[in-house]
């Protein structure tokens, strides 16, 4: 397998739109935003057995701040931003209808400028929620959610915003405590590129601590579809990373968890 990377390019937008709203989504209108994450409804179509004519919405996919916390407010105003005053359709959770509060799990699509817009994409592209998604694999926006993610951590929005400047390897080594689970851009020179069984890693050269990149190309495959570059082309380059910051064990060392693109950038 090769190794992929590209030069990162900034997106304004979403990784992509639908061109109309899944087929058996229910048309609905939004009564009340509880928070960015959970919203009432009233449907203005016959919703299927067991689902009432005005329900609480839990998003699927995502969670918002807390009442209280830092960007819960501006992710409650961007929901409602995105929603008041239109037609919202409710695609219905196959796997769970309702969750323990007996809130419906579903995704909101809106028709906004740029076409239909998965809500819950469009809060993670704005550095305003966090991924919430214990089974992959039966979260069919899955990918879409981590590359939304990915942007708006490479453009340091919201959540993401702790440490907006690109540190080199050695800041980053000299107080790694205070950047361990923050996202953060790391500079380095790439010493060398071999597979791993997490995915191919970019090891930094003249890293005290092992630090190194590593690549997941399997989780999203298709997000890696249109990249080209050998492994070997990168070595004795100059990489910046952008992530959130892992160290589990002094033995394992810090690294990042690349899954899109767009979290590296090869520096001239």
């Not at 699509?109 to 592209?125: H, K, Q």
């Not at 997490?198 to 190309?217: E, H, N, V």
């Amino acid at each position: 397998m090769q190794l992929c990377v590209v030069v990162l390019v900034l997106s304004v937008g979403l990784g992509c739109v639908a061109a109309q709203p899944p087929e058996g989504a229910i048309p609905a209108r939004i009564l009340r935003w509880y928070d960015g994450d959970t919203v009432q409804v009233r449907f203005t179509e016959d919703p299927p057995a067991g689902v009432w004519s005005s329900e609480a919405v839990r998003l699927l996919g995502i969670d918002t701040p807390e009442v209280g916390e830092p960007f819960a407010d501006d992710a409650t105003r961007y929901l409602r931003s995105l929603t008041m005053g239109k037609t919202v359709y409710v695609e219905l959770n196959p796997f769970e209808l309702r969750d323990r509060h007996r809130r419906l799990l579903a995704h909101l699509w809106v028709e906004t400028d740029d076409g239909w817009t998965l809500i819950s994409e469009a809060i993670v592209r704005a550095g305003l929620a966090r991924i919430l998604v214990f089974y992959p694999e039966q979260e069919r926006y899955y990918c879409r959610l981590l590359r939304a993610r990915a942007l708006a951590q490479v453009d340091k929005l919201g959540l993401w915003g702790a440490f907006p400047d690109p540190l080199n390897l050695e800041e980053m080594e000299a107080r790694p405590v205070t950047y361990v689970t923050e996202v953060v851009t790391v500079v380095f020179a790439v010493a060398s590129a071999a597979p791993g069984p997490a995915g191919p890693s970019l090891r930094a050269a003249g890293s005290q601590y092992g630090f190194r990149a590593i690549l997941d190309l399997g989780t999203c495959p298709g997000a890696w579809t249109e990249v080209e570059l050998a492994p070997e082309a990168l070595v004795g380059q100059t990489v910046a990373v952008t992530g959130e910051l892992l160290w589990d064990s002094f033995g394992g060392g810090p690294r990042i968890v690349v899954q899109s693109p767009e979290q590296v950038e090869v520096r001239e």
